[in-house]
């Protein structure tokens, strides 16, 4: 499926507004447990213009390192792909996190395969006020607009974790100027 740019960057604003109203702001780590989707990408974006930091976390690590990789951020929203909830509902107690969010892998599907997925993937997530659906996280960007944080080429654009071939996962700094330019190469 493709979408235009313009797309793109309202579903980047949206998100924004999203984690805005949850509150979210500069300076703030949002720990993310996704591979790489449309929605991760929206996340990334999303963040960085309001001034947070997404620190993505692969969902193939185990549960005792996500939580080693969240703790050592102090994050207070928990956003995780609905395919490594049970990974995160194993140490929920243990997070320290406001809220979860959790995204469905569907949710970005055309509607026929969309559907075909649900039909075979049926994960049962208790939702609450705790633990939120993407579709009730979106729901509360209302169309205001967001304070966009000023570009620093310095400043860290997201954090990403060594596969730990040599010992534990250490958690890398990517700077904006470094995302930038990948962008462009």
């Known amino acids: ?44 974006y999303a963040l960085n213009k309001i001034g947070a930091t997404p620190n993505f976390i692969d969902p193939r690590m185990d549960p005792e390192r996500i939580l080693s990789a969240v703790a050592g951020v102090r994050s207070e929203l928990f956003v995780t792909i609905d395919l490594a909830y049970h990974k995160v509902q194993a140490i929920r107690d243990r997070l320290n996190v406001k809220r979860i969010v959790v995204s469905s892998a569907s949710y970005s599907l055309p509607i026929p395969l969309k559907l075909i997925w649900k039909i075979k993937n049926r994960q049962k997530i208790a939702y609450s006020d705790v633990v939120l659906s993407w579709e009730r996280f979106l729901a509360e960007a209302k169309g205001d607009p967001v304070p966009v944080a000023p570009f620093v ?9 060594t596969g730990g071939t040599t010992g534990t996962p250490k958690g890398v700094m990517l700077r904006q100027f470094g995302i930038i330019n990948s962008g462009l190469s």
Not at 14 to 40: C, D, W
Not at 153 to 161: F, G, H, K, L, Q
């Open 153 to 161: 080429e310095d400043s860290v654009a997201a954090i990403v974790y």
């Open 1 to 44: 499926r493709s979408i235009t740019y313009s797309e793109l960057l309202q579903r980047i604003d949206r998100v924004a507004e999203a984690f805005y109203q949850f509150g979210v702001h500069k300076g703030n780590i949002v720990s993310v447990l996704m591979p790489t989707t449309p929605e991760s990408i929206c996340i990334l």
